[in-house]
């Protein structure tokens, strides 16, 4: 069962530009939600992550807008850059009786151009 | 501050063996947890040890088993390889049982 959905799969963006990925999950448990960054051939790098109490939260050109009602979150990239490409995954996990077992997404490819 | 190393980096395997994997989590985290990443797909947990204890485990079967060390590094061992093990695998460490997980740069490995 497919439990945090990812969307789009691809996206191509013009230098800066605004990128926005969305992530729908299922299991109202979830009670945190962190974005992750990859770069081909690297580890995920832990980007930005908020809890349900928050509807928004940025750092830099990043913020998290997350919806608790409508079970979604999104990742917004302003003034996105070429060095911004790269494949973005959206997790959730249930801290209190998890851990930080974390439930990624299906990933987003952005490609920012030039 | 040294973060999580992963080794090998690379490596190539026949069906039917045995791999084991190694992982050094980052300085003064004390959880580990494995997740196998297929190519194009998000990772998917195969287990976590807090204090060389596994912590709960995903959808993976026995095959899949791991230790954690005093030093809080970890194994992944995997027999009877298959196919469909060819991955990506990742560690990550965190600080404490329900904290941030940080990720290694993984070992890509491929089964023949």
């Known amino acids: 069962q497919q439990q945090v959905k990812q969307s789009p799969q691809s996206l191509i963006v013009q230098k800066g530009g605004i990128s926005i990925i969305n992530c729908a999950y299922e299991?109202?448990?979830?009670?945190?939600f962190p974005w992750y960054q990859q770069f081909p051939g690297k580890g995920p790098a832990l980007l930005i992550a908020i809890r349900p109490d928050v509807s928004e939260k940025k750092e830099g050109r990043f913020t998290i807008s997350f919806n608790k009602s409508a079970k979604q979150f999104s990742l917004h990239i302003m003034d996105s850059q070429p060095g911004d490409s790269a494949t973005y995954f959206c997790a959730a996990s249930i801290r209190e009786t998890s851990g930080s077992r974390l439930t990624f997404g299906e990933g987003t490819q952005l490609t920012v151009n030039p | 501050e040294t973060g999580v190393t992963q080794s090998p980096t690379h490596l190539i395997k026949t069906r039917g063996q045995q791999v084991t994997l190694r992982c050094s989590s980052q300085s003064g985290h004390n959880t580990v947890s494995w997740y196998q990443q297929a190519l194009g797909q998000g990772p998917q947990f195969i287990f976590q040890y807090y204090r060389e204890e596994e912590n709960g485990r995903g959808n993976f079967p026995p095959r899949f088993s791991g230790l954690q060390f005093p030093n809080y590094s970890s194994e992944l061992n995997v027999n009877a390889l298959e196919l469909d093990d060819s991955a990506l695998y990742l560690c990550?460490?965190?600080?404490?049982?329900?904290?941030?997980?940080?990720f290694g740069p993984g070992t890509r490995l491929t089964v023949t």
């Open positions: 299991n109202t448990a979830f009670d945190y």
């Open positions: 990550a460490s965190s600080p404490r049982l329900a904290g941030d997980q940080y």
